[in-house]
């Protein structure tokens, strides 16, 4: 931004996420566990639209944490492409993951293989993107608290909801503020649909008629008759 403001260069920002799912009473627990854990720790939680936080119903919880960590104890480790948690882009950002680790041992915060069970909201793996493979799994219990909780975050990119109840997901989507929204899916995008974020996520828009008009120059035209 301060680069391209001083000869006006048009441009757009895409910036951190701290993206939630919102996992709902009626869904298959399990399933939906595995789905989610694909999305969060692909490319070892490397993404800006994975998942980095998780607010599950508590009538599911013991079932989606369980379903959760026996997903992420099978995920293998290592370098190379039959590796599915691969190592941590670069120094700054391992030390920064290890911090966050180092707190979340200091806060005696509980711990189940890569996944912190039930933090309070005000903790710093809630409230900061993590990027990397570990993750903060909260309970709920009522709709408008979670959909609060969930936008209590500088961070507007990418919001899930997983439910097998439509009218339910679309009204707790329809008020998630975050410039993408999925049901039943995740950081599923196509070049046809801008992508945006809000808050501090992001300026501008990618893809879709909106990215390409962020690149055009406007010209009106006035006329009046000779």
């Known amino acids: 931004m301060e680069s391209c403001s001083k000869t006006l260069?048009?441009?757009t920002l895409e910036l951190g996420g701290n993206d939630a799912a919102i996992v709902c009473?009626?869904?298959d627990a399990a399933a939906v566990a595995t789905k989610i854990g694909i999305?969060?720790?692909?490319?070892?939680?490397?993404?800006?639209?994975?998942?980095?936080?998780?607010?599950?119903?508590?009538?599911?919880?013991?079932?989606?944490?369980?379903?959760?960590?026996?997903?992420?104890?099978?995920?293998?480790?290592?370098?190379?492409?039959?590796?599915?948690?691969?190592?941590?882009?670069?120094?700054?950002?391992?030390?920064?993951?290890?911090?966050?680790?180092t707190d979340i041992e200091k806060t005696q915060l509980k711990v189940a293989t890569g996944i912190i069970?039930?933090?309070?909201?005000?903790?710093?793996?809630?409230?900061?993107?993590?990027?990397?493979?570990?993750?903060?799994?909260?309970?709920?219990?009522?709709?408008?608290?979670?959909?609060?909780r969930a936008n209590n975050s500088s961070a507007g990119l990418g919001a899930s909801v997983w439910s097998r109840d439509m009218d339910q997901a679309d009204r707790i989507g329809k008020q998630l503020q975050a410039g993408n929204i999925w049901i039943n899916c995740h950081a599923?995008?196509?070049?046809?649909?801008?992508?945006?974020?809000?808050?501090?996520?992001?300026?501008?828009?990618?893809?879709?008629?909106?990215?390409?008009?962020?690149?055009?120059n406007i010209q009106s035209v006035y006329t009046r008759p000779a």
């Open 9 to 11: 260069k048009r441009f």
């Open 25 to 27: 009473s009626d869904v």
């Open 39 to 101: 999305i969060a720790w692909c490319n070892s939680g490397q993404i800006c639209i994975c998942v980095k936080r998780i607010y599950v119903h508590e009538s599911v919880y013991d079932a989606f944490l369980a379903g959760l960590v026996g997903f992420a104890e099978s995920l293998k480790l290592g370098v190379g492409a039959d590796a599915f948690v691969g190592p941590l882009s670069n120094q700054f950002q391992y030390e920064r993951v290890k911090e966050l680790l």
């Open 117 to 148: 069970d039930n933090p309070p909201d005000d903790a710093r793996i809630v409230t900061e993107e993590q990027f990397g493979p570990v993750i903060p799994v909260m309970k709920w219990t009522d709709e408008a608290d979670v959909i609060r």
């Open 188 to 216: 599923e995008m196509q070049p046809s649909t801008p992508f945006s974020g809000h808050k501090q996520s992001g300026l501008g828009a990618e893809m879709g008629i909106d990215g390409l008009k962020a690149y055009c």
